[in-house]
């Protein structure tokens, strides 16, 4: 197989056999999660920074839990305490980074383009951790591998992706990776958070929630975004709850064994109601955890350039 590239910055960039190769690669490195002994010695002597110019709880330990399983030594930097807030420029940060000796750089920033733009400045490796609105390319991977665990392919599996989709970079990586591996994937949302031309990318557009999960297997359910609720995309909470909210009511119009997934952080009540996210009916933990696996697999890729 050709070599995945120095960087990982989008699905949409990433051959389908790089896809499946990056997936089998997580299935093997979950097995280390039952393992007496966690730790391998894969990526021991090598350094990995966290540059996170967003909040993260999820990403950023995960990225941080996989380094360590594997060996290397992790830097979290806290960006507001960095000299970019006495003028320095990222490009300028980044650079005084590799002269310190790290050896890949994990990116996120509320601007599309930051990490390619980095990437583009450095010899080593960066892998995207959500860049604005464009991919969070990490995200989709694992949301396909939770999903992989409970079908043996998703060639003709229904994936209902609800809420926000203009403004979500976990909708974009999802819809990317799924349609490649042949899933057929529904949008459905408020429609002024369905972005123009979405069915390009080969979605079709359902903004009745009913009949948007009438043969959902998966449903990914976004993370309505209240910081940009004041720009009015629809009325409020309570109405969107009631028209777009995952509930046991709304849920009874999908097939018994629908999947509920979510990629964090969620706004209980609104999005997802609690009961639904309290029941068995969703894996949202479990994307949490193999979010561990599909960084090991990425890290170990982008620095050793091997399989593992
Ligand atoms: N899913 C996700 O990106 O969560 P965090 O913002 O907590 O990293």
Do not use: D, T, Y
């Given at each position: 197989m050709a070599k995945l590239g120095k960087d990982f910055i989008a699905i949409r960039d990433l051959p389908k056999a790089h896809l499946n190769y990056l997936l089998s690669q997580a299935k093997h490195f979950k097995t280390?999660?039952?393992?007496?002994?966690?730790?391998?010695?894969?990526?021991?002597?090598k350094t990995i920074a966290n540059i996170f110019f967003e909040p993260s709880t999820r990403t950023r330990s995960a990225f941080e839990m996989a380094g360590k399983m594997l060996g290397a030594g992790i830097m979290n930097l806290q960006m507001s305490a960095t000299s970019i807030n006495k003028g320095e420029t990222i490009i300028d940060t980044v650079k005084n980074l590799h002269a310190l000796g790290v050896d890949v750089l994990v990116v996120r920033h509320h601007i599309a383009g930051v990490p390619k733009m980095i990437a583009d400045h450095i010899p080593i490796p960066v892998c995207n951790a959500g860049d604005g609105y464009n991919e969070h390319p990490t995200q989709g991977l694992l949301d396909i591998f939770t999903m992989l665990e409970h079908c043996k392919s998703l060639k003709d599996k229904h994936v209902t992706i609800v809420g926000d989709?203009?403004?979500?970079r976990v909708a974009r990586s999802n819809i990317y990776g799924l349609t490649m591996l042949g899933a057929k994937v529904t949008v459905c949302g408020p429609p002024s958070l369905i972005p123009m031309?979405?069915?390009?990318?080969?979605v079709k557009i359902e903004t009745n929630l009913k009949k948007a999960i009438t043969k959902a297997d998966f449903i990914n359910v976004l993370r309505i975004q209240i910081e940009r609720q004041q720009s009015g995309h629809f009325p409020s909470l309570r109405e969107y709850n009631e028209v777009f909210g995952i509930t046991s009511h709304s849920l009874a119009y999908a097939p018994p064994h629908t999947i509920v997934m979510h990629p964090g952080p969620i706004n209980r009540g609104v999005e997802l109601s609690s009961e639904v996210i309290d029941s068995d009916r969703n894996v949202i933990l479990d994307q949490v955890t193999n979010g561990i696996a599909v960084r090991m697999a990425v890290l170990f890729y982008l620095l050793t350039g091997a399989e593992a």
């Open positions: 280390f999660f039952s393992r007496p002994n966690k730790q391998s010695p894969a990526l021991r002597g989709i203009k403004h979500s031309g979405i069915e390009s990318l080969g």
